[in-house]
């Protein structure tokens, strides 16, 4: 069939065209079979291109056209939509990248480099030649959303698609909501507390009927596909009647021979196997933790309320998508890091909080007054190469110097921890007399009007010094004193020391130690392990698993704003999955050919989404697609001993055109 074919070959501002000459790909593709006209364009992606596109297609009756520019992740759907605005089927449009791919790959080489794009255009042009009108897959989508962790972003999404009509099912592990936020008071560049906050939040959820809240709940199983997710919910029960006298509660807590270290004040308290941890906290009435509880009987003599026969129980819940709030973890310094576990005076900056919280009147640890306080940033963050800079651990008989090894696997910067600390160093000069505080950093990045709380620190008296990256400062313990050295740069790398009373390990933000959710639903992880999503400007909340958003810290350390930001996006792109009861996906799938399967098995061991089963057909055994869970990827392809498996847009046939318009010589 002889097609009228559309090439446009993008110069995107000079990206492409200072090292491809674009001109010269023009000359040798625009006389290749089928393509009717072939233009150059500075940007592609323009709206007044993109108008000229759809009349060129309107006008000429193009039967596919070729795009040269940029990686598809960027433009795929701008020149599909371009496509179907001039009413040619958007499967007829071909892309082909000429800047990752060619220009930025070799840009030491611009004839090198023209070569290769005229290859890549040859190739694409080869496929669209072959390429087939396809209609979108179509399928139901129950209007309900999942949101796994009851943090501020998950409280957030819950009460934004509640506003859209949507039924919420919110699941949390823990048996209260708020997440780490609940574990702070004052916030900083706000006058609100953690707790207020999450009350406010957790008040707003119990006006909406249409969301469900449940905590102590662990997501045990998954199935299904975007628009049909079955999850299996186990729910630890409280062992207390939600009805109960408070009164009597406190007794029975008061009465429990058991005490564990308190996570909740990051174990520099303890409490009871029955408790609670603040009195606004949601929900508003106490817990037994079983797992420590040893069944004296002592609460159950006291207090009616306590109800030992409630078990575990397993719910299930169907929904379209399921959006991840799950959070994070504060960095955990390994025992000798800058004195961690091995000074008694060394905390890290989530426990130096609760403290501040604790305290009343003065300001003490462990029976010590606190005057002079060291805090040491990028503890867990911005981590150097391995090796580069070793422990230097020593001991003498009146001398301890605490290991200052940095290096890791997090080079991230955490970016709220400066933020956070140097805001605790005011809140503590304002609450307690006689508080000098020092600051030892690698750099302060307070970034937008987080500034000035830098600026209110420097006027209330606060001392910075800085390190180089691989010069971090050192920790002395010496005839029971606490020593901080550095070289400071701000002074020609002068060492200066600091007695320190109190040393604040500013630690910054890991992804959470349990990652079990997200290995149920296969969620990728990025090179800091955090969540990974598709694109981060394009695609910010999205994942490769359809139907699965992301939002909050689970995708990488983020402040409560930007938080709360990213929680309002996952929830209008979970909406957008259900809203209409129907979806529309990908028709670019794999196909087996029933006549010529055999089933082996090794295309289901293969298939990286689980949308590959075995079912029985005439007589056989053969495998099938799920076509609501197939990507496309085409792993399944080469392992088939029968070639029964074909990928629809990407046949045989189109591939090894495509292979031989890059094997052909170009003259």
Excluded at 1 to 18: E, F, P
Excluded at 400 to 426: L, M, Q
């Amino acid at each position: 069939m002889n097609r009228k074919l559309g090439v446009y070959i993008c110069h995107c501002g000079g990206n492409i065209s200072d090292y491809v000459d674009v001109e010269k790909v023009k000359a040798a593709v625009e006389h290749e079979e089928g393509v009717f006209l072939a233009r150059t364009t500075m940007f592609a992606c323009s709206d007044a291109t993109q108008k000229e596109m759809v009349e060129d297609i309107r006008s000429n009756q193009l039967d596919g056209i070729v795009v040269a520019s940029c990686s598809p992740k960027l433009h795929l759907t701008t020149f599909r939509a371009v496509s179907e605005r001039a009413g040619l089927n958007k499967y007829n449009y071909v892309h082909a990248n000429i800047r990752e791919q060619v220009s930025w790959a070799h840009s030491d080489n611009k004839p090198g480099a023209t070569e290769k794009a005229i290859h890549l255009v040859r190739s694409a042009i080869a496929k669209v030649r072959l390429a087939q009108s396809l209609e979108p897959i179509t399928i139901p989508s129950r209007k309900a959303v999942a949101i796994i962790g009851a943090g501020i972003s998950g409280m957030r999404a819950a009460i934004e698609l509640a506003d859209m009509g949507c039924p919420v099912t919110l699941i949390e592990r823990e048996h209260f909501v708020g997440g780490r936020v609940a574990q702070w008071d004052l916030l900083f560049t706000t006058d609100q507390t953690g707790k207020e906050l999450v009350t406010r939040l957790y008040d707003d959820i119990a006006k909406r009927s249409n969301i469900r809240l449940l905590t102590g709940a662990e997501v045990t199983a998954n199935s299904g596909n975007i628009g049909d997710f079955t999850l299996k919910v186990k729910i630890t029960p409280r062992y207390i009647l939600e009805k109960c006298d408070q009164g009597n509660l406190q007794k029975a807590i008061d009465a429990c021979p058991v005490e564990v270290p308190d996570e909740f004040n990051f174990k520099i308290t303890t409490r009871k196997a029955i408790y609670h941890n603040f009195p606004s906290e949601h929900p508003q009435y106490p817990v037994i933790d079983i797992k420590n509880c040893t069944r004296c009987g002592e609460c159950e003599k006291i207090c009616g309320s306590v109800d030992f026969t409630q078990e575990e129980t397993t719910v299930e819940i169907k929904v379209g998508s399921v959006l991840m709030a799950t959070g994070f973890d504060p960095y955990t310094p390994s025992e000798g890091e800058f004195g961690y576990l091995q000074f008694d005076n060394v905390v890290t900056l989530p426990q130096f909080k609760r403290i501040i919280d604790l305290c009343e009147g003065k300001l003490t640890f462990k029976g010590k007054d606190i005057h002079n306080i060291a805090y040491i940033y990028c503890v867990g963050s911005r981590q150097v190469e391995a090796g580069a800079n070793a422990p230097v651990s020593q001991a003498t008989e009146n001398r301890e110097e605490a290991s200052r090894d940095i290096s890791g696997e997090n080079r991230y910067c955490s970016r709220y921890c400066c933020t956070s600390v140097i805001h605790s160093a005011i809140e503590t000069k304002k609450r307690f007399k006689g508080i000098t505080n020092y600051h030892f950093t690698r750099g302060i990045r307070t970034y937008g009007k987080q500034e000035l709380l830098y600026s209110e620190s420097l006027s209330m008296g606060d001392i910075y010094l800085q390190s180089y990256e691989d010069d971090p400062p050192s920790i002395i313990r010496e005839n029971g004193k606490t020593t901080v050295k550095i070289n400071d740069i701000m002074t020609g790398r002068k060492e200066i020391s600091v007695n320190a009373d109190l040393v604040v390990l500013v630690t910054g933000m890991v992804p959470r130690s349990d990652n079990s959710v997200g290995s149920l639903f296969k969620l990728p992880r990025g090179r800091d392990k955090f969540f990974n999503e598709i694109h981060m400007k394009l695609r910010p909340v999205e994942t490769v698993i359809d139907g699965i958003t992301i939002c909050g810290a689970c995708q990488g350390p983020k402040n409560i704003t930007e938080s709360v930001c990213s929680a309002l996006s996952a929830a209008t792109k979970s909406f957008s999955y259900v809203s209409k009861g129907e979806l529309e996906l990908e028709p670019i799938i794999a196909r087996v050919d029933a006549t010529l399967c055999t089933w082996c098995g090794k295309c289901m061991e293969a298939c990286p989404f689980d949308a590959v089963k075995k079912v029985s057909e005439a007589g056989k055994e053969i495998a099938v697609i799920n076509n609501s869970v197939c990507k496309g990827c085409g792993m399944c392809l080469p392992v088939c001993p029968v070639n029964a498996i074909d990928l629809v847009a990407y046949s045989d046939q189109e591939m090894e055109t495509m292979i031989n318009a890059l094997a052909e010589d170009i003259k």
